[in-house]
């Protein structure tokens, strides 16, 4: 099954030709600044499934080992990768369809704004979580 998305101005697309690995909610405080966001929704594919389809996105380099993508023109973050990982990670919101990727877990959950009622019963795990 292919998953297709891309950002908001239609400058940068993707697509991804395999099922994903995991799909997780992130309360790290580096992924709430880079989006301005209490949590980031991510689902992860692998490396060699995963493409760009139009466009060549913008690069942030948010830690000494990871790579953050974004559109240029419109600011949409899209992806993050550790460098050389043979995984990759995408935002949910980004996807064609982000309502057919149920996250199964919250990691990071030690660091989430305490405001944040984590609602439902998905597991909540204080580092990378039970996948990685």
């Known amino acids: ?4 998305g891309g950002c908001y101005c239609g400058a940068l697309r ?3 030709n395999a099922e994903p690995l995991r799909i997780f909610h992130c309360h790290c405080t580096i992924c709430r600044r880079v989006h301005a966001a209490p949590v980031v929704t991510w689902i992860t594919f692998l490396t060699a499934a ?3 389809t139009k466009g060549s996105p913008a690069e942030l380099k948010s830690t000494p080992e990871a790579t953050r993508y ?3 023109e419109c600011g949409t973050h ?3 990768i550790i ?3 043979a995984e990759l990670d995408v935002t949910v919101g980004s996807l064609r369809d982000p309502a057919a990727a ?3 877990y919250h990691i990071f959950a030690d660091t989430r704004l305490p405001w944040l009622r984590l609602a439902g019963d998905l597991p909540a795990y ?3 979580g039970p996948d990685v």
């Open 50 to 52: 995963w493409s760009w």
């Open 126 to 128: 204080d580092d990378w």
């Open 70 to 72: 974004f559109c240029r």
């Open 102 to 104: 149920e996250p199964g």
């Open 1 to 4: 099954m292919a998953h297709e």
């Open 14 to 16: 993707y697509r991804a």
């Open 83 to 85: 460098d050389g990982a």
């Open 78 to 80: 899209l992806a993050f």
